[in-house]
């Protein structure tokens, strides 16, 4: 089975060419450089602190969390009080 696409199917080149259009004439040409240099720093930094925290992970032995703790109680579930009325 396919995994189904968040946004869509992915742009095309006219669809690219429309978007880097659009970027021009909303940023300026020489804001783009700067913009995709800070784009690109930040996702680096992203993908290190995401590899920083599975090394983490790793090393001291913690699991992630993938469900319910086996704790069912949600909320007070105590039959001493009377239900609030509204």
Do not use: H, W
Request: negative net charge; hydrophobic residues 35%.
């Amino acid at each position: 089975m396919d995994p189904i696409p968040l946004f869509g199917p992915v742009p095309g080149g006219m669809e690219m060419m429309i978007i880097l259009l659009i970027a021009v004439l909303l940023f300026g040409a020489n804001k783009l450089p700067k913009l995709a240099r800070s784009t690109g720093a930040a996702m680096g930094e992203f993908k290190k602190g995401r590899e920083q925290a599975a090394e983490y992970e790793t090393d001291s032995g913690v699991e992630r969390d993938e469900g319910l703790d086996g704790n069912t109680e949600v909320g007070n579930t105590s039959t001493d009080e009377e239900p609030s009325k509204v």
